[in-house]
């Protein structure tokens, strides 16, 4: 669905990513792994076309992603980003009807369509009877709910979600992760996540791809990719594995030497 | 009269109950409990269409009114010669120019807000008005027998203030209120500078006129002023209203629009430019108010909350409201001698955007 070739992203003369390549298929979770300043970020905001190529190309379903417009590109990628904050007093309701901006019904207004959408992602993120609440009023965590629920609301196949556990409590960690894994099982949608939880990667992600200075270190499933090699290659951390005995999924666990 | 028993006093309780039920169930307490289902989001609908339909009453209201209060009282029927040619020759061209003006002013300050993600962006406070003001100057003291160039100049001056303070404001790191309103400040100062250089090519009669005008005038309204001043309001009204969507986005981070689809530059740009051209024909017409376009968002926000595809016709319907009403007391508070509608409305809006800087 998403074919991601050889891309370079340059800030000035350095080199942020440099010849990543991904295939991103329909159905399937890819979390990203790296260690702070490793591009990750830099990798999600260059696959809406938010940044421009040094190099390599971007293909959604064949077509090259610098030839579509804004429009067209936000009806199928949905980005999660980091939080934002507005001065104004902006309700959930209308922050999560704004996701649907590419499908505006007459004359600028949302229709019964839209309505739903909302309604719907807003009950998947447990956030049934926020919506007049003022996102200005809400807790970090409860916020970010609210940004990956208007991201659900847009119903675009392919989810962009950077650190979209940050705040949350360990509830709403699984929540989320379940949330995009069902989706995408059931919708055919993928989904692409950064996230510092090892674990979680583990549990839900299809594939790992661990990030090194702008380049790919390693590609594969959990089982794979997370060796005592790796991960201290990419964190520079000695850690022990073992499996989760409740899923027999791997686990992860820092050794926390030299204290 | 004791309407207790009595078949009209009866009626008029039950209209009295329904008239309390209808308040209810649109007043804001209600609507903040719960909007899941359908019909109650189409009630804040209709709750929406009720304040609008409220606001253009009350227009109508002030401007009767307005029409009617002066240095001479004029009838609302049946007006001799005389005060029909007061009415026609200098009331209403004056009054009408005011909610132009108004309604000018209010809705580029809801567009500017809203695109730079900052409650106190005003065309005033900006330097916006001041650019608008050095061009309708030069063209004053320059082009004097073209009366066209005036607008046309004013409208280039608001432009390009516009322009500078944004691209002294927007850092890397992005925009802040302190940057903004400082590079607002900056721009202000630095045009008045310019201007009050300019002011000593006049001679001194024109000087007096001209200093009332820079304070904001609406005494000057002749007919011509207010056609412009109305197709400049109409068409900038339509533009910033059929962008009000993406605003609702841009509102929220530039970045966040550009994800979901909003083509970020061309919002800029309409925004920008509408805004300018309604700045540019109030200011050439009467000279800087200040506040309107900082009090009058804000109140409408209050209102109907901050989605802009209502706060944006609503600004321009509640800041030629605002306008009218602040020149009827600068025309009847010390009569026959006038105010500048300017100080009214800058005596009301000074303490409120102290107020606004601190709730922030």
């Not at chain 1, 089982?223 to 090699?229: D, F, G, K, S, Y």
């Not at chain 2, 940057?179 to 024109?206: E, H, N």
């Not at chain 2, 800087?288 to 016709?313: A, C, E, K, M, Q």
């Amino acid at each position: 669905m998403l074919e991601i070739r050889d891309i370079t992203v340059k800030y000035g003369e350095y080199e942020v990513l440099l010849d990543v390549s991904l295939r991103l298929s329909g159905g399937e979770v890819i979390a990203l792994l790296g260690a702070n300043g490793a591009g990750k970020t830099t990798l999600i905001r260059s696959l809406n076309g938010t940044l421009p190529l040094a190099g390599g190309g971007i293909e959604l379903d064949g077509r090259g992603l610098d030839s579509m417009s804004r429009g067209e590109i936000a009806a199928n990628i949905a980005v999660v980003a980091q939080e934002n904050e507005t001065r104004f007093p902006v309700s959930v309701l209308q922050f999560v009807l704004s996701g649907r901006f590419v499908h505006g019904g007459a004359c600028g207004w949302e229709s019964r369509d839209d309505l739903q959408f909302a309604e719907k992602a807003l009950a998947e993120c447990d956030l049934a009877g926020y919506e007049t609440r003022l996102m200005n009023h809400l807790s970090g965590g409860e916020r970010q709910r609210v940004v990956l629920a208007r991201a659900i609301a847009t119903n675009a196949r392919i989810l962009l979600l950077d650190e979209p556990t940050a705040n949350l409590d360990l509830a709403h960690q699984a929540m989320m992760f379940k949330l995009v894994r069902k989706r995408c099982l059931e919708s055919a949608a993928s989904a692409i996540v950064i996230t510092h939880d090892l674990n979680l990667a583990a549990e839900f992600a299809d594939e790992i791809v661990m990030l090194k200075n702008g380049r790919i270190v390693a590609k594969g499933t959990p089982a794979e990719v997370l060796t005592t090699e790796n991960v201290e290659k990419v964190f520079g951390v000695r850690v022990l594995l073992d499996r989760n005995p409740a899923s027999g999924n791997v686990r992860v666990t820092n050794v926390f030497e030299e204290f | 009269m004791d309407t207790r028993g009595n078949g009209l006093g009866f009626s008029r309780k039950i209209c009295w109950a329904k008239a309390r039920r209808i308040f209810e169930t649109y007043s804001l307490a209600k609507a903040s409990g719960n909007l899941l289902k359908t019909e109650k989001f189409q009630n804040s609908r209709n709750r929406a269409l009720l304040i609008g339909g409220g606001l253009i009453a009350l227009l109508l209201i002030v401007l009767a009114g307005a029409a009617m209060l002066g240095a001479e009282r004029l009838p609302l029927f049946d007006l001799n010669e005389q005060q029909r040619s007061i009415l026609y020759d200098i009331r209403l061209p004056r009054i009408l120019l005011g909610a132009c003006v108004g309604a000018s002013l209010a809705v580029a300050g809801a567009g500017l807000q809203s695109l730079l993600r900052n409650p106190l962006a005003e065309p005033y406070l900006l330097g916006v008005s001041n650019g608008a003001a050095l061009g309708t100057m030069l063209a004053f003291v320059f082009f004097q027998s073209l009366e066209v160039t005036r607008p046309l100049l004013a409208f280039a001056g608001a432009g390009l203030a516009t322009v500078a303070v944004y691209r002294m404001a927007k850092s890397r790191a992005g925009m802040n209120v302190e940057r903004l309103v400082l590079s607002g400040v900056i721009v202000t100062t630095f045009l008045s500078s310019v201007i009050v250089m300019l002011t000593t090519l006049l001679d001194a009669a024109k000087l007096r006129s001209f200093t009332f005008w820079l304070l904001g005038d609406l005494s000057q309204a002749t007919r011509n002023g207010v056609y412009l001043s109305l197709g400049a309001v109409i068409v900038g009204t339509v533009v910033l209203t059929s962008q009000a969507r993406a605003l609702n986005l841009m509102m929220v981070g530039e970045r966040d629009a550009f994800d979901f689809g909003v083509e970020v530059g061309r919002v800029r740009m309409l925004v920008f430019g509408a805004s300018s051209l309604v700045v540019g024909a109030a200011v050439a017409a009467s000279g800087s108010v200040g506040y309107v376009g900082l009090i009058v968002p804000h109140l409408v926000r209050l209102t109907v909350g901050s989605d802009n595809r209502l706060v944006v016709p609503f600004s321009a319907v509640a800041g030629a409201i605002f306008v009218v009403f602040a020149d009827t007391i600068a025309r009847t508070a010390i009569a026959p001698r006038e105010l500048p509608v300017g100080a009214v409305t800058a005596l009301i809006g000074a303490p409120m955007f102290i107020y606004l800087l601190r709730r922030n």
